[in-house]
């Protein structure tokens, strides 16, 4: 059964009328099986980090060096991230003019970016002297603000994600 979609208007219109697009948005399992994927790969991400921030906040986990942490915790933490990435592209597609005037959606993107310059800054700048302080119970002020940027960054992220879903027929 073909369906009617108008001609796009704009970029996301043309996104979201491409035949992927449409593909998952009529299908009765792709977008469910998507959503519940992402979640899945987003609280595995959420997680693994969570537990990095912890023991740089030196809340938890002070028994375990912060770059063996690193070491158990990133590969968990970048698959997920990955997975978490393609699946949120797919959900987009098939919503992509209803998700780009969210303003929950627009305000996930914008704190993961903020997420992503937190930890390059900490990765390329703060992580440089860990050696200094790796196994140390009270780390560096610089650690403990990467911490707390992140875990609001994440924080928001998942906050918004729900909101997503329940604002998605509110806002055109």
């Excluded at 449409?22 to 009765?28: D, G, K, M, Q, W």
Aim: net charge negative.
């Amino acid at each position: 059964m073909a369906s009617y979609y108008p001609e796009p208007t704009n970029i996301w219109e043309s996104i979201e009328y491409s035949s992927l697009g449409t593909s998952i948005a009529e299908s009765l399992w792709a977008f469910p099986t998507l959503e519940t994927i992402h979640v899945i790969a987003l609280v595995t991400v959420f997680g693994t980090i969570l537990i990095m921030d912890l023991r740089l906040l030196g809340i938890a986990g002070n028994q375990w060096a912060v770059t063996q942490m690193s070491k158990d915790t990133l590969p968990w933490t970048w698959g997920a991230f990955v997975l978490a990435a393609i699946t949120g592209t797919l959900l987009f597609v098939s919503k992509a003019s209803t998700y780009m005037v969210n303003p929950y959606f627009l305000t996930k993107l914008g704190l993961l970016a903020l997420a992503g310059l937190n930890m390059a800054y900490f990765h390329f700048v703060t992580y440089k002297t860990v050696s200094d302080w790796d196994a140390a119970p009270t780390l560096p002020a610089g650690a403990k603000l990467a911490a707390t940027v992140s875990m609001v960054a994440w924080i928001g992220v998942v906050f918004c994600g729900r909101a997503i879903g329940f604002t998605l027929g509110i806002y055109y």
